[in-house]
């Protein structure tokens, strides 16, 4: 009955009111879970970070170090001043700086630093994560995940598949006449060794998967599309680590991240023994929204124009 004594306008500011309440309720909920989900995130590091320091036999403070380590980070709800400050007591230690210095020997997030010299913002009362926190936070992607966007009325449906060894067996048979490919290539993997073999470089271990992608008989007629990526950790790790010392044939100067880029390019690029096919390479850093936006405006008029060409529309 009182809706009936209501005016449009009044029943027009109902609903807005109850949608700014839904989109609350929903961005509290998002809010929450991405918390959850960075604080796991900056737990299970330390745990990375322990593990790896056991088998590299370093010395540690063992005081914060043993209540940390009996943290279980997929139960975390929430950063507990005592965990943030036993955090920020053991990443001084000099035992664990040093295992840190070694990260390239063994699986370590590439975040790691970004978070823990961060603490005391990310483990301060009403911490609202900003975009990049979110950003680098890695998940490893297992099975293949799909996700559906119209873009300028094209409807694009971008499959996303796990590149370990134990993933590729769950998708590798699965595309069939795929408009195009995006593989990343992480720059910075050049001197550091596979997950499931230590005896194995990684970035041997992705050419060789890139060479059976570009060679796979059900993607002759896909574009492929190469992103370079970590861009960023190149210029930084370049200076420490020469490329020469993993890659003898790359003669190129020592400390220079656009002449590795371009050698680590080329190195892909041989992978490809169809010479009609042209490979569409772009240097990419993931955590910088700006790149990542104009790159992909550049891979969104790569599909299209690939895909109007073979309906001879282009």
Known sequence: MGDCCLSGEDRESIRIHQEIERQLKMDKRDSSRQLK???????????????????LSLVFCVTHAAMLNSVIPETVLSLEPKNAEAIK???????????FERRREFQLSDSTKYYLDDIDRISASFYLPTVQDILRVRIPTTGIIEYIFDLQTVIFRMVDVGGQKSERRKWIHCFENVTSIIFLVALSEYDQALYECAN??????????????????WFQES???????????????????????????????KNDADAAMKFILSMYEEQNSDTHKRI????????????????????????LRNNLSDFNLG
Request: charge should be positive; charged fraction near 25%.
């Open 37 to 55: 989900l960075l604080y796991r995130y900056v737990l299970f590091i330390f745990v990375c970070l322990f593990y790896f320091s056991y088998r």
């Open 89 to 99: 007591s053991v990443w001084k230690d000099q035992g664990l700086q040093k295992c």
């Open 200 to 217: 194995e470089n990684r970035m041997e271990e992705s050419k060789a998967l890139f060479k059976t992608i570009v060679s796979y008989p």
């Open 223 to 253: 574009s492929i599309i190469l992103f370079l990526n970590k861009t960023d950790i190149l210029k930084e790790k370049i200076s420490k680590s020469h490329l020469a010392d993993y890659f003898p044939q790359y003669k190129g100067p």
């Open 280 to 303: 569409y390479a772009h240097s990419t850093c993931a955590t910088d929204t700006e790149n990542i936006r104009f790159v992909f405006e550049a891979v969104k008029d790569t599909i």
